[in-house]
């Protein structure tokens, strides 16, 4: 057996899930993946699994396709279903083509038959983890950004919204029908709630969330919208046209 490389990830508390009916690949499975210093639980049936607490951790889930009772791709549709996003990586010893497709239509990180390198599966985990990892991130700084958001006033909102679609302080007066000062005012209070650096922070904020920027009396947009400028309708291409024939043109120039 070879040395088995392995990138120490940036979560230790990371945790691999192992859903196979055979105790021998349970047992298996979770030596190699505690040899690697992650910590391994493992199920014999993915409603065992569904009926976990599962930690507030980075994780991913080593999935057998073929279970009894609830199968591997039907667990992974009710993780869906449910909102769970967990990066799923799929073995099998029954592996085809189509069944392949699907899981990883699906979603799922990787798919492995049966038998596999330990080295590939260490791989795929690796990967795995740090996909969820990176998105657990972003959903943490979508939230916080969110949490920020509720905090500013409904005034506060109108101002922020105006000064996303880029207008100066005496427009958005004039928007809003509210003095320059006032506006100042809110646009300080904006700036210090939402901890925004610069507009350009602003706006980043306010696309993240897909804030509706609404202008008094006029049809509302997202910031991305905003920022991505008026959308302008092509030009109908011209209509076809058959060419005449040279005797057909001198025929119409002799009628005009």
């Given amino acids: 057996m070879g040395a088995r490389s392995w990138k120490q990830p940036v979560n230790t508390d990371a ?10 690949v349970r047992d298996a499975l979770s030596n190699l ?6 910590q391994a639980h493992t199920f014999d049936s993915g409603r065992d699994f569904l009926s976990y607490q599962r930690p ?7 999935l057998d396709v073929r279970l009894p009772g609830l199968s591997g791709l039907d ?17 099998t010893g029954h592996g085809d083509i189509p069944m392949t497709v699907r899981a990883m239509k699906a979603g799922a ?12 599966l260490l791989d795929a985990i690796q990967q795995a983890l740090a996909k969820d990892w990176q ?16 905090t500013l006033t409904g005034r506060e909102r109108e101002v922020m919204a105006q000064v996303v679609r880029g207008l100066l302080n005496k427009q958005i007066a004039a928007e809003l029908g509210i003095s320059e000062k006032t506006v100042k005012f809110h646009r300080g209070r904006v700036m210090d709630k939402t901890q925004a650096g610069s507009v350009a922070e602003l706006v980043r904020q306010a696309e993240k969330i897909d804030v509706r920027l609404t202008r008094p009396g006029r049809q509302s947009a997202t910031a991305a919208e905003v920022s991505r400028g008026p ?19 001198l025929a119409g120039l002799r009628g005009r």
Avoid: N
């Avoid at 945790?15 to 021998?24: A, L, P």
């Avoid at 990180?109 to 590939?120: T, Y």
């Avoid at 302008?232 to 043109?249: D, I, K, N, Q, V």
């Fill in 33 to 38: 993946i505690r040899s690697v210093g992650l």
């Fill in 75 to 91: 667990l992974q549709r009710e993780l869906a279903a449910a909102g769970e996003q967990i990066p799923i990586i799929f073995i």
């Fill in 231 to 249: 959308v302008r309708s092509p030009r109908p291409a011209p209509a076809l046209r058959r060419p005449r024939r040279a005797g057909e043109r």
């Fill in 109 to 120: 990180a990787e798919f492995l038959p049966k038998p596999f390198r330990e080295q590939d």
């Fill in 56 to 62: 507030d951790a980075a994780a991913c889930l080593v």
């Fill in 135 to 150: 998105a657990r991130e972003q959903r943490a700084e979508l939230s916080a950004i969110r949490d920020r958001y509720e």
């Fill in 15 to 24: 945790v691999v899930f192992v859903v196979d009916d055979d105790q021998s």
